[in-house]
């Protein structure tokens, strides 16, 4: 994601003067100025965990994205406002974006924006659902799937592995925050397996995942009925991955084997890592569907966006829906063009508008069917 994000910059941002890419392996930030093959891209070794040092380069930047583990991003959110200088992150965990938002008063004084969550799913989906509520005098649901899939998919999971494990692991164990009959609710992930169509794929389904609505229902409870989100997968997908939580390979605590001390969720986090697939051309699937009342009459609308590797410039379907919308954003604070300081969600701080013209820049495109 971290290449996906410099590449934006580098390649489809004219304003963007410099760019530093900074990692703890500086073989690896060095291989991504290789790639982009820009002057405007510098590579730096920086250990995000030595405060000091991240403080420093955080302060020597109009905006920072973070396209490291979530457990960071709060400490990076602190330092960036101690610098006085805008950050986002692409998520991960629903209790750090809280520890971020609650910086609120801090990053306003600052005169900084703080915004977490803005890759794909918590990201640029909270903003899209922004932009289609908006064309509603009254929204009352919203329903989002995404997915990330191979084009060649492979058993057992039929999935590859195109973002970080632990944030995947966690969007299958935590649970799911939605609205349902007006009223903020958690349900089970994995769970609730609908089956859903797209051309020219095979067979799909989406379940209850953690994460994806992020601060939507707390900015939409109480004006609107329903709110979810759902993860698409290769049908099958769900059944088999959740075989492997009930037995526990998700958990984090210790299993003494042998006289050792283990951690079932480190080895399977390691063994996805070693046997799934990773980097092959790949999908996004993203739809919304909304239902709401405009002129007095109920009315239906939808979003499809159909994302897929694009060869000419190397850049997965994830990359570019989930690095571009960080990189938009970033941009977005560096330029003043924020609605309001703080620490905010995303769907309150970007104006839709500006963001889906944006995408339609990098060819990410939104096919809309309504009934009005």
Same mark, same amino acid.
């Given at each position: 994601?971290?290449?996906?994000?410099?590449?934006?910059?580098?390649?489809? #941002?004219?304003?963007?003067?410099?760019?530093?890419?900074?990692?703890?392996?500086?073989? $690896?930030?060095?291989?991504?100025?290789?790639?982009? /093959?820009?002057?405007?891209?510098?590579?730096?070794?920086?250990?995000? #965990?030595?405060?000091?040092?991240?403080? $420093?380069? !955080?302060?020597?930047?109009?905006?920072?994205?973070?396209?490291?583990?979530?457990?960071?991003?709060?400490?990076?959110?602190?330092?960036?406002?101690?610098?006085?200088?805008?950050?986002?992150?692409?998520? /991960?965990?629903?209790?750090?974006?809280?520890?971020?938002?609650?910086?609120?008063?801090?990053?306003?004084?600052?005169?900084?924006?703080?915004?977490?969550?803005?890759?794909?799913?918590?990201?640029?989906?909270?903003?899209?659902?922004?932009?289609?509520?908006?064309?509603?005098?009254?929204?009352?649901?919203?329903?989002?799937?995404?997915?990330? *899939?191979?084009?060649?998919?492979?058993?057992?999971?039929?999935?590859?592995?195109?973002?970080?494990?632990?944030? *995947? !692991?966690?969007?299958?164990?935590?649970?799911?925050?939605?609205?349902?009959?007006?009223?903020?609710?958690?349900?089970?992930?994995?769970? @609730?397996?609908?089956?859903?169509?797209?051309?020219?794929?095979? =067979? *799909?389904?989406?379940?209850?995942?953690?994460?994806?609505?992020?601060?939507?229902?707390?900015?939409?409870?109480?004006?609107?009925?329903?709110?979810?989100?759902?993860?698409?997968?290769?049908?099958?997908?769900?059944?088999?991955?959740?075989?492997?939580?009930? *037995?526990?390979?998700?958990?984090?605590?210790?299993?003494?084997?042998?006289?050792?001390?283990?951690?079932?969720?480190?080895?399977?986090?390691?063994?996805?890592?070693?046997?799934?697939?990773?980097?092959?051309?790949?999908?996004?699937?993203?739809?919304?569907?909304? =239902?709401?009342?405009?002129?007095?009459?109920?009315?239906?609308?939808?979003?499809?966006?159909?994302?897929?590797?694009?060869?000419?410039?190397?850049?997965?379907?994830?990359?570019?829906?989930?690095?571009?919308?960080?990189? !938009? !954003?970033?941009?977005?604070?560096?330029?003043?063009?924020?609605? $309001?300081?703080?620490?905010?969600?995303?769907?309150?701080?970007?104006?839709?508008?500006?963001?889906?013209?944006?995408?339609?820049?990098?060819?990410?495109?939104?096919? @809309?069917? #309504?009934?009005?």
């Amino acid at each position: 994601m971290g290449l996906g994000a410099v590449f934006d910059l580098a390649r489809n #941002s004219a304003d963007v003067e410099s760019i530093t890419v900074a990692d703890a392996d500086g073989s $690896k930030a060095e291989w991504v100025a290789a790639i982009i /093959g820009s002057d405007k891209v510098v590579p730096v070794t920086l250990d995000v #965990s030595n405060g000091a040092a991240a403080m $420093k380069l !955080i302060g020597e930047h109009d905006s920072t994205i973070s396209c490291v583990n979530y457990w960071y991003n709060a400490e990076l959110s602190r330092a960036a406002i101690e610098t006085g200088r805008n950050f986002c992150d692409l998520g /991960g965990n629903n209790y750090i974006v809280d520890e971020q938002l609650a910086m609120d008063d801090a990053a306003r004084a600052a005169g900084v924006n703080i915004i977490p969550d803005c890759g794909l799913a918590p990201g640029m989906v909270s903003i899209l659902a922004m932009h289609g509520a908006q064309r509603f005098d009254k929204i009352r649901e919203i329903h989002i799937r995404v997915g990330g *899939l191979p084009q060649d998919p492979k058993p057992p999971l039929n999935y590859q592995l195109v973002f970080s494990v632990e944030g *995947l !692991i966690n969007e299958y164990i935590e649970v799911a925050r939605v609205i349902r009959g007006g009223k903020l609710t958690e349900v089970e992930s994995m769970t @609730e397996i609908e089956s859903l169509t797209f051309d020219g794929f095979p =067979a *799909l389904e989406a379940f209850q995942t953690s994460g994806g609505t992020s601060t939507l229902p707390d900015t939409f409870l109480g004006g609107i009925d329903e709110l979810d989100y759902k993860t698409i997968r290769y049908a099958g997908h769900c059944e088999k991955f959740k075989t492997m939580i009930d *037995l526990g390979l998700c958990s984090s605590d210790e299993v003494e084997i042998d006289g050792t001390a283990v951690r079932p969720r480190r080895l399977f986090g390691e063994l996805l890592t070693r046997n799934l697939p990773a980097d092959k051309p790949d999908y996004v699937l993203v739809r919304l569907d909304f =239902a709401g009342v405009v002129n007095g009459r109920e009315h239906k609308l939808r979003y499809d966006i159909v994302d897929k590797f694009d060869p000419a410039t190397k850049m997965s379907a994830m990359m570019r829906t989930t690095a571009f919308p960080a990189s !938009i !954003i970033a941009q977005m604070m560096a330029k003043g063009d924020v609605l $309001k300081r703080g620490a905010t969600p995303q769907e309150k701080a970007i104006e839709p508008v500006a963001f889906v013209a944006e995408l339609a820049r990098r060819d990410i495109i939104i096919k @809309e069917s #309504s009934d009005f």
